[in-house]
């Protein structure tokens, strides 16, 4: 039976323990990852702080750095994880996700997408990129 590590849900590799210095060596990974994937959603998709904050249902005055902090030691990193995943596998540059979120969209009654998501209304935008990817275009 292998140990998970208990935020990200992986299993520690064969052979380690969860030692306090493995788990630290772990925690800066994921903040940086999350860091990265944060910075690409404010710096190229032009999302703000408080879309963000909505994804993963923090209190609107929220900063994107504190966010990465919160996710880093927070089970919600799946959903930031996911969105962004999903973005990225379905369109092909920043520029198009960036469009894409910004425009209105018929599928979220003439809402953006980055006002859903800062609205938190994750399910809506979960069935809006599903809608995309399905090929539905309304």
């Not at 910075?39 to 408080?50: F, H, I, N, R, S």
């Not at 996700?97 to 009654?109: E, G, M, S």
């Amino acid at each position: 039976h292998r140990l998970h590590h208990p935020t990200i849900g992986l299993p520690y590799p064969r052979g380690m323990s969860p030692s306090a210095n493995m788990q630290g060596v772990l925690m800066i990974a994921i903040h940086t990852v999350v860091r990265q994937i944060i910075d690409q959603m404010t710096d190229e998709w032009g999302l703000t702080d408080q879309a963000i904050a909505g994804l993963i249902g923090c209190d609107q005055g929220t900063s994107a750095s504190q966010i990465a902090d919160l996710l880093t030691h927070d089970s919600r990193i799946d959903q930031i994880v996911r969105f962004h995943s999903r973005l990225q596998n379905t369109f092909d540059s920043s520029a198009a996700i960036q469009a894409w979120l910004h425009a209105p969209n018929r599928y979220l009654k003439g809402l953006r997408p980055a006002d859903t998501a800062r609205l938190g209304q994750v399910e809506q935008l979960d069935a809006a990129i599903e809608a995309l990817e399905s090929g539905i275009f309304v």
